[in-house]
């Protein structure tokens, strides 16, 4: 008989003839009926159709026969009896129609008791064996299997479970047969078209699944050395990856659990090219729901449990060396997410247990070795990157800390520390890996580490818990260890910039090492991303050192022992070469830190226990000693940086010269001072910045108090104010000074005690700070500018009212006749400028036009408290404290845009506008000293 | 003749409950070929079976006419095609005394008889007249047939019962033909082809002459006897071997295909099942389906001019696809649906069932392998 030409034509056909067996049958004319079924099941024998076309055909076809099977159980006895059919529809000629009607006739013969079910079933089963084309046999076996589903005798489980997987071989050999017909270039539709009727084979594993319940005797030795043998035997890629995968799903995962061993051991034997890994990783899942089910269940007897008696671990370790031993062919690709589930296997069964990762990462590191380091691919290369980082989804590790505490799902972070500090296995993969790698590598994990500080402080309490409290001594060496590990890991990025770049020709993966190389040439301070980090780890470990100690009680132990521990960081950053310009500011951070704790300490001890002078001595030389590390570093950045970071130095040399005075150690400060005093004579070259560094040296100076013991201060103060002096610009050297003037004139620190009015042991020179401001009166009159010359004179003016408001006329020798003598000088200095311009008339009229405007934007711009403001309808210039001029946007007062030579750059209309600054600055201070003769009447006498 | 004259009387036979017997439809063959499907209804009967009947002849137009007897006889015999039948001179020696009065329409006038196995007669009514119709019941006891009836491309076998009215003038007959089937008896299965066939022909040529010999003598007696110790014979051998072998046979095509095809005996009654399977050892043959078809060979004539015909009695697809090496493929043919016909063998001819395996590769080519089998009627 032949079908139909196309699989729209062949549904009609079917359609029609199902209209016309329906036809028959309600007319009760069987023979009829089956003939029209006869033709319509023809159209299953069509060899054109794909996989999902003929699934179309057999879904309407089922739907007719399924009505068949119903009239012929309605009218078994009566009509027609059924034993009579099973034997009538064998004379089909054709081997498809005549299958699939006997499996019609022959199951709804199956649902009378009287019928012969097993010999039916058998008979049934044996006579598929005539259709031999693949995807016919396996629709029509899957239709033997769905038919029988709810039919198979009861009381035979074996006989069932026989049954089935018999269907299940035969389905499974005409499966991986499809493979292998028709011509080698469609190989590859082949193995599409698999993959569409993977399901119906793999149906018979859950149908089978369904059958054997919980009787395990069964599955174990009947049905699954069958079903594996049948894996096996097959030697097909995509049929042993799917069928294990689908053992993996559908059987009970106690099963899985019981037969492990014959699981993996299956594993062995397959194709070489079936990726393992996948069927392992499914096992390991399904053994992880078994244990979180578990755990649900009974959370509380999870130590007592069956199943933690069974060497899950021990199992799998055994199967992974086998494989690597009988495989060595395995590729890294396919060997690491072996590992890796193995690893997620382990978390979840052993969650405490390190040696297990250890290992594992020791596995990996022999294979990596036996693999040839050289021949690391780019693919495997991602690998390693998932494997070491622990980027696997799998791995139920949370950064969160809400889960209960006995909970198996560890916080990834704790994990990857412990994972450091313990798995010396772990390094020395970590160490194989390309240096592009490693820093990824490290990155991330520092990037877990660091993760949710916060929440790491909730999480002290069980992380206590992971070590008895009766370890505390030893803790603190085990820490250091753990420092050191965590370090040792993190070299590649400490000596990131340093070493040579390991590959730079292969061009694109190496971007960032090609960027970093390049401004490392610069040698610039570019933000660097990683140094930071590292900046962040010191601080990281630091804090998270001295919490643990405070905790303990162990302040004096932990004092020591964290400084053991920031040495052993200082040691191993200082590989970094030019790095520890970013990473030894945060060290040093650390030890002021220390230091201060250090004086709380003495100071504690001073006060309970006075008479331990041991102690005491002890912990004041700690401070000293600390005090050497410190400028070590210092000394150290200074090496390896040469002059690219004076600046740094100077203000880290004051920052520890200010701690050490206030620490009373003045020995130790002017050592900085004059540390910092050399940095500023021999480096620091260019005017603008020894301007800053001065003034900054002149802050420091001017708020320490232990110098003035042996002149320290005197000579310091000197120096000071003469560097200011020999600056190159004048302007530069006139601030300078009547700044330094300060120097002589100190004021309240309220932090330690101080008072003004009360304390009455200032240091306080008035002849020496008059000198200064007449010193830089004359080097402001000498400037030949004319608008700077005056600006100039107005900020002496303001200092010298700051002088006159502060202190008696007899103390600071800052006279009203001084004052009211420069204030005529600007005057005078003022007019000549206003002749230099020609309209005089303009002026005035701008002049007076300003007074107004100009008077809002004092108020408004209070950033530009010391510096005289110019407005126009477009924009604000003001000068700032070091001659730089500042353009003030007028939209947002706030924010200002900086324009060191907006002078010259904005062109003439800017430069006209200059003028107005020292004018209108003085036009500020008037009135300042018009308003301040309200409260003060010494101010009456100030003639503006 | 008859064509030009109607014959002034018409005679009708009917056999005793013709209606109530079994009937089997047979496929009558006329030269016409549009008569080609038409089917003919006919009585059945077995061997030893008495045939009893009613002829009732009509006086045409009531006239009288005048006989020189009436004659009832019973007729077996096997038709050739005449361009083969003119080839055994031996046999038409024997038979060209009856051949003329066969040449009656209701029997296939391409085919001469060549031997007529079966002839008795005996006399109705004596020379007279017959002036208004009359029945005249007639009966042949116990008849012995010796061959089953058949009929196929060159050969048939032929049973029937004639009247005849003699004349003067030319006789008016008429025949009325009836089915035999031959059964074996349930519990013996016939002989073993191979050992037993040759010892078989020649029983049946011998037989074959002796009832042709005592045709004409209307001794029924001693070919019935005849008959019976050929059973006889049979059955002590039948017995022997009533354990049926499985037949096995090796199939192949060098380097291509090697499969086994194995059956369960190489006997079956027509109501049998032949169960069997198919091993497959080797294929590299792209195999689009499989098939079993049984085939009947009639063969005819004598060794000199044999002609032989194969018509294809059933085809049954037992395999969809290709197999591959180690599957074995079930067969199961149940026969008993099918209108088969049972081995049958004489000098003149002999019918052979054979069972054959078609393997129809995707490029369309067929191979075959036929093996012979022996079937028989049982009741």
Redesign the interface.
């Known amino acids: 008989m032949a079908y139909a030409d196309s699989p729209e034509n062949a549904i009609a056909v079917i359609k029609q003839r199902t209209a016309l067996m329906n036809r028959c049958l309600s007319q009760h004319k069987l023979m009829e009926s089956l003939q029209h079924t006869s033709i319509m099941l023809t159209e299953l024998?069509n060899p054109n159709l794909s996989p999902k076309k003929y699934y179309e055909l057999y879904v309407i076809i089922f739907d007719s026969l399924t009505n068949l099977s119903t009239y012929l159980i309605e009218n078994h006895p009566q009509n027609h009896h059924l034993a009579d059919l099973y034997?009538?529809v064998?004379?089909t000629?054709?081997?498809?129609p005549?299958l699939y009607l006997m499996i019609t006739v022959g199951t709804s013969y199956l649902t009378f008791n009287e019928a012969p079910k097993k010999e039916i079933l058998k008979d049934m089963i044996?006579?598929c064996?005539?259709?031999?084309?693949?995807i016919?046999?396996l629709f029509l076996r899957y239709y033997l299997s769905q038919r029988t589903k709810e039919l198979l005798p009861e009381d035979d489980p074996s006989f069932n479970s026989q049954f089935i997987m018999n269907n299940f071989i035969e389905m499974n050999?005409l499966w991986v047969?499809l493979q292998h017909?028709g011509p080698l270039r469609e190989r590859e539709t082949r193995t599409r078209e698999r993959k569409e009727l993977q399901i119906l084979v793999g149906s018979q594993l859950v149908r089978l699944s369904q059958i054997i319940d919980d009787n395990f005797q069964m599955y174990k030795q009947d049905i699954l050395p069958t079903i594996l043998e049948q894996v096996i035997q097959c030697r097909d890629l995509v049929s042993q990856e799917y069928l294990l995968d689908v053992i993996c799903q559908v059987f009970a995962d106690e099963f899985h659990l019981k037969t492990l061993d014959t699981l993996l051991q299956t594993t062995l034997h397959l194709n070489p090219d079936v990726s393992i890994n996948k069927i392992v990783l499914t096992l390991v899942d399904r053994l992880n729901d078994y244990v979180t089910r578990q755990l649900e269940d009974d959370p509380n007897a999870t130590s007592t449990n069956a199943y933690l008696d069974m060497d899950v671990f021990g199992t799998f370790w055994d199967y992974l060396t086998v494989l690597n031993h009988e495989r060595p062919d395995l590729s890294l690709q396919q060997f690491i997410p072996l590992v890796e589930s193995v690893i997620v296997l382990s978390l979840k069964w052993y969650p405490n247990n390190f040696d297990n990762l250890n290992k594992l990462f020791e596995l990996v590191l022999q294979k990596t070795k036996d693999y040839g380091q050289k021949n690391i691919s780019l693919e495997s290369e991602h690998l390693f990157l998932v494997l070491l980082s622990f980027q696997n989804s799998k791995l139920q590790l949370t950064s969160s800390t809400t889960a209960p505490p006995n909970s198996p799902v560890t916080s990834k972070k704790h994990f990857i520390f412990q994972l450091i500090s313990q798995c010396q296995a772990y390094k020395n993969i970590l160490a194989l890996q390309s240096i592009s790698l490693q820093k990824k590598v490290v990155n991330e994990i520092i990037d877990i580490l660091m993760d949710r500080e916060v929440e790491e402080m909730a999480d002290n309490d069980s992380e206590s818990k992971l070590h008895p409290p009766g370890h505390s001594a030893y803790l603190v060496i085990e820490d250091k260890l753990q420092v050191q590990r965590l370090l040792s890991i993190c070299e590649p990025l400490i000596i990131s910039r340093s070493g040579p770049p390991a590959n730079v020709a292969s061009s694109d993966t190496n971007i960032d090492e090609v960027f970093f190389n390049r401004h490392d040439e610069e040698e610039s301070w570019i933000l660097d991303p990683i140094q930071e980090k590292l900046a962040h780890l010191i601080h990281w470990i630091m804090n998270t050192t001295s919490r643990k100690q405070t905790m303990k009680n162990k302040i004096q132990f932990s004092l020591e022992a964290q400084l053991e521990i920031l040495l052993l960081i200082k040691s191993s950053f200082i590989k970094g070469g030019i790095n520890v310009k970013y990473t030894f500011p945060a060290i040093i951070t650390n030890f002021w830190k220390l230091m201060r704790k250090c004086r709380m300490i003495q100071e504690y001890l001073l006060k309970k226990r006075p008479d331990n002078k041991t102690l005491l001595s002890h912990y004041s030389n700690l401070l000293k000693q600390m005090f050497k590390f410190v400028s070590r570093c210092i000394n150290d950045i200074f090496n390896s940086c040469n002059n690219s970071c004076t600046d740094l130095i100077l203000k880290l040399n004051l920052q520890c010269a200010i701690l050490a005075d206030q620490l009373q150690l003045n020995e130790i400060s002017y050592d900085f001072f004059s540390q910092a005093f050399t940095i500023f004579e021999e480096s620091l070259s260019d005017s603008k910045t020894q301007l800053q560094a001065l003034i900054y040296i002149a802050q420091s100076l001017q708020k320490t108090r232990s110098l003035y013991k042996e002149a320290y201060y005197d000579s310091l103060i000197v120096r000071c104010t003469l560097h200011g002096s020999k600056l190159l610009k004048k302007q530069d050297q006139c601030r300078a000074v009547y700044l330094c003037s300060h120097l002589w004139w100190a004021t309240e620190i309220s932090n330690i005690g101080e008072e003004e009015g009360i304390t009455d042991n200032f240091y306080r020179d008035g002849k020496r700070v008059l000198e200064c401001l007449q010193r830089s009166l004359r080097v402001a009159d000498s400037i030949m500018d004319n608008e700077q010359s005056c600006e100039l004179m107005v900020e002496i003016l303001n200092r010298c009212l700051y002088y006159f408001i502060h202190g008696d006329e007899s103390e600071t020798h800052i006279s009203i006749k001084y004052i009211n003598g420069l204030i005529e000088l600007i005057k005078t200095n003022l007019k000549s400028l206003k002749l230099e311009d020609n309209s005089a008339s303009m002026i005035t009229n701008s002049i007076s036009d300003l007074h107004i405007t100009g008077e809002n934007n004092v108020k408004t711009s209070s950033n530009a408290d010391d510096g005289s403001v110019i407005t126009d309808k477009e924009s604000n210039v003001a000068i700032g404290s070091d001659g730089t001029y500042i353009q003030l946007n007028t939209l947002n007062g706030s924010s200002t845009l900086i324009h060191g030579v907006v002078a010259t750059a904005s062109g003439s209309k800017l430069l006209h506008q200059l003028k107005y600054i020292p004018i209108h600055h003085f036009q500020r201070t008037c009135e300042y000293i018009e308003s301040q003769r309200e409260v003060d009447d010494r101010f009456k006498v100030i003639y503006v | 003749m008859s064509i030009f004259f109607k014959p002034p009387i018409d005679i009708e036979i009917l056999f005793d409950n013709e209606e109530s017997r079994k009937h089997v439809d047979i496929a009558t063959r006329s030269s016409n070929s549009s008569y080609k499907s038409m089917k003919e209804s006919l009585p059945v009967y077995e061997d030893g079976e008495s045939l009893g009947g009613i002829v009732t002849l009509r006086v045409r137009d009531s006239k009288k006419v005048d006989h020189l007897g009436i004659k009832v006889s019973v007729i077996g015999s096997i038709d050739m095609l005449k361009s083969h039948g003119s080839g055994n001179s031996s046999s038409k020696k024997v038979t060209s005394s009856t051949s003329s009065s066969s040449s009656n329409g209701s029997v296939d006038v391409r085919k001469n008889s060549v031997d007529q196995f079966l002839c008795q007669s005996y006399d109705l009514c004596p020379a007279g007249e017959l002036q208004h119709s009359q029945s005249f019941p007639f009966l042949f006891r116990d008849l012995s047939k010796r061959y089953e009836s058949y009929k196929g491309k060159n050969v048939d076998v032929a049973y029937y019962v004639k009247v005849t009215v003699m004349r003067k003038s030319t006789d008016i007959s008429k025949i009325k033909r009836f089915w035999v089937y031959l059964y074996n008896s349930v519990t013996t299965a016939p002989n073993t082809l191979s050992a037993n066939e040759t010892k078989a022909t020649t029983n049946d040529i011998a037989g074959g002459n002796y009832a042709a010999d005592n045709a004409s003598d209307n001794t029924q007696t001693k070919s019935t006897q005849g008959e019976a110790g050929d059973v006889n014979q049979v059955l002590p051998i039948s017995r022997s071997n009533n354990e049926p072998k499985p037949v096995r046979l090796d199939i192949g095509i060098e380097n291509c295909l090697h499969i086994e095809f194995e059956y369960a005996k190489s006997q079956y009654s027509l109501k049998e099942v032949i169960v069997g399977r198919i091993y497959f050892l080797l294929t590299r043959l792209r195999?689009k389906?499989m098939e079993l078809s049984l085939i009947t060979r009639e063969s005819s004539g004598l060794q000199t001019s044999n002609v032989m015909t194969d018509s294809t009695a059933i085809?049954?697809?037992?395999?969809?696809?290709?197999?591959?090496k180690g599957?074995?493929?079930?067969i199961?043919l149940?026969l008993s649906?099918y209108d088969l016909t049972p081995n049958m063998s004489c000098n003149y001819f002999n019918v052979k069932n054979y069972l054959s395996l078609v393997i129809i590769d995707e490029d369309g080519r067929r191979y075959f392998k036929q093996s012979e089998i022996t079937l028989y009627r049982t009741r």
């Open positions: 024998r034997e009538l064998q004379y000629g054709n081997v498809v005549r044996e006579m064996r005539g259709v031999q084309n693949p016919r046999g050999k047969r017909q | 195999i389906h085809r049954y697809e037992i395999m969809d696809g290709s197999s591959v599957e074995t493929i079930p199961r149940f649906g």
